[in-house]
């Protein structure tokens, strides 16, 4: 039995289903450093792949992007540690309040395109740094911590969760209308809104998806790392990470994220860890390495190579 999966032909269905069971069953096998390590790939997976709906698909490049993720993560401290309430609650409020944001901040969509939008999203992500270190309420410049009743495992499983709700999300929605409607939009909006293309509701959708599933993943983050501050929340680290992952997996696809957010999670592990200042140095290298030897990606470049083997094989 073989089904068309995340646009793979012939993989076999059952393949899916071992690999999620897997996944299931791996806290029960390994330790608490791979169960860490899958949970930030996990997280790092759902922000990669929204991030890809809204610069691969829809050409909104929006370099404030990380304002979502450090909302998110604020809700959820404020919620769980100064409201007491329950982390799992916390975190579904986390991503409906960065939905109410999105919409607060449509204008932005509205109003703007290109290098207009990209810094419109950057100015309001800094317009929350500023609005969270002076409110004392949690802790200004100098952070908060967030307490709940949870561990690693905990949000190792919901993380798999969220991954997995992420992936299937942008799936359905890049094969249906309203994706082949943000890809117009992505190639020419202004031709696409001239043979009837709707581009602000296609535009706002994808907007709003993008910025629950980036709530929630903030409100993950923290969770794990017990402390926010603003610093951390809305570090441009989220958006340029996001960006790696996207040109190195590959944009406009599914699997691309994935193998993008599994590489920046194992840089962030075995290098960045020690020496966090040079973040941003090494993910401008790797960018611009990427864009001049493999432009699609590697799974492009994957899709590439094995349709010119099908092809010389005919």
């Known amino acids: 039995m073989s089904r068309k999966i995340l646009g793979f032909k012939d993989v076999n269905f059952y393949l899916v289903i071992i690999s999620i069971i897997a996944a299931l069953l791996i806290p029960l096998i390994l330790g608490p450093n791979w169960v860490t390590f899958l949970f930030l790939f996990f997280t790092y997976t759902a922000i990669a792949e929204v991030f890809n709906l809204l610069s691969g698909y829809s050409g909104m490049l929006a370099l404030g992007f990380h304002g979502f993720i450090g909302f998110g993560g604020y809700i959820t401290a404020i919620s769980c540690t100064l409201w007491g309430l329950y982390f799992p609650v916390s975190i579904f409020i986390s991503g409906f309040a960065c939905v109410l944001l999105a919409l607060a901040t449509s204008f932005l969509i509205a109003k703007m395109r290109g290098l207009y939008f990209s810094m419109g999203t950057l100015i309001s992500a800094s317009v929350l740094f500023y609005w969270f270190q002076g409110w004392s309420y949690v802790g200004g410049g100098y952070g908060m911590p967030v307490v709940a009743n949870v561990t690693v495992y905990d949000l190792y499983y919901i993380s798999l969760v969220i991954a997995l709700a992420s992936i299937f999300v942008a799936y359905i929605l890049v094969k249906s209308r309203a994706g082949l409607r943000l890809k117009a939009i992505a190639d020419d909006d202004v031709t696409a809104e001239f043979y009837g293309v709707d581009v602000f509701k296609t535009k706002l959708l994808c907007w709003v998806i993008s910025s629950f599933f980036a709530g929630i993943s903030g409100s993950l983050y923290f969770l794990y790392t017990g402390f926010i ?86």
Request: aromatic share 16%; glycine share 10%.
């Open 229 to 314: 501050s603003p610093t951390a929340a809305f570090a441009m680290y989220w958006t340029s990470s996001s960006i790696t992952a996207i040109v190195f997996g590959g944009g406009r696809t599914i699997l691309g994220p994935i193998i993008g957010a599994l590489f920046v999670v194992w840089l962030r592990q075995t290098f960045l860890v020690e020496f966090p200042g040079l973040a941003m140095l090494i993910y401008g290298v790797i960018i611009s390495v990427m864009v001049l030897i493999f432009p699609r990606g590697i799974i492009g470049y994957i899709y590439t190579f094995l349709a010119k083997k099908a092809r010389k094989s005919q």
